[in-house]
């Protein structure tokens, strides 16, 4: 079974660098607690994350991800990247720019038994929208 470093990869190039569903579903577990969700009050399982990266891939094309630093103790991970896309799709009461943005993240995730069960995540949102001129 891949270590805990190699799956938080997988689910972060899968979410970001792909939009690819399929593959983020098969590497979350069921019982996923996704903080950012849960502290915004939204459902925070499995479903939501499915459902956010679809919403990603309306709102954004040509998706690239880039992991720039990975530190794993037991089964946890902390992944240091930069999500790049086209935004083509209303973000936040934003129309669409056609602008390439590039947004800063941080992912602190806990695996059990080769899925993700929990995870954390920030991103620079605020930067994110000067880029689109909204802020």
């Known amino acids: 079974m891949p270590d805990a470093k190699t799956i938080a990869q997988r689910f972060i190039e899968a979410a970001f660098g792909r939009f690819d569903v399929p593959a983020v579903a098969a590497l979350v577990a069921d019982d996923l607690r996704a903080h950012p969700f849960a502290s915004a009050g939204r459902p925070?399982?499995?479903?939501?994350?499915?459902?956010?990266?679809?919403?990603?891939?309306r709102v954004f094309s040509r998706p690239s991800v880039r992991v720039d630093d990975v530190i794993a103790e037991g089964d946890r991970v902390v992944l240091r990247y930069v999500f790049e896309a086209d935004h083509v799709g209303e973000l936040g009461g934003v129309a669409p720019t056609g602008r390439r943005v590039k947004v800063p993240g941080i992912l602190i995730a806990r695996v059990r038994d080769g899925r993700l069960v929990e995870y954390w995540r920030e991103e620079d949102a605020l930067g994110l929208m000067k880029q689109l001129g909204a802020a």
């Not at 925070?44 to 891939?57: C, F, I, K, P």
């Open 44 to 57: 925070a399982d499995a479903s939501a994350v499915r459902q956010l990266v679809g919403w990603m891939a």
